[in-house]
């Protein structure tokens, strides 16, 4: 059975930086497009990046400039790399395959002075 696992998360003061690892456990992980989700109290889950399988992204306009996604085929790890952190940002972020449609437990991101 295929997993991703998240990791990373944690407190952070309004400014910093985070850097989260989502691992596959499957060697398929380079043909996937992969991308990061998060959820917020009280809120819906929304969509943060996207990297496909060639290496392109995109990205949710709120977090342009200050998140970057990427990937390791050879590790089979994607990372989403967090600057200028604002309490907005608090949320459990999640990792996404989505075809053929997995998720990870998620990770929690707090951004709190």
């Known amino acids: 059975q295929v997993q991703l696992v998240e990791s990373g998360g944690g407190l952070v003061q309004p400014g910093g930086s985070l850097r989260l690892s989502c691992a596959v456990s499957h060697s398929i992980f380079s043909i996937w497009d992969m991308a990061w989700y998060r959820q917020a109290p009280g809120k819906q889950r929304e969509w943060v990046a996207l990297i496909t399988s060639s290496g392109s992204t995109n990205y949710e306009d709120s977090v342009k400039g200050r998140f970057t996604i990427s990937r390791d085929n050879a590790k089979n790890t994607v990372f989403l790399q967090m600057n200028t952190l604002q309490p907005e940002d608090t949320a459990v972020y999640y990792c996404?395959?989505?075809?053929?449609?997995?998720w990870g437990q998620g990770t929690q991101v707090t951004v709190s002075s």
């Open positions: 996404h395959a989505p075809a053929p449609d997995l």
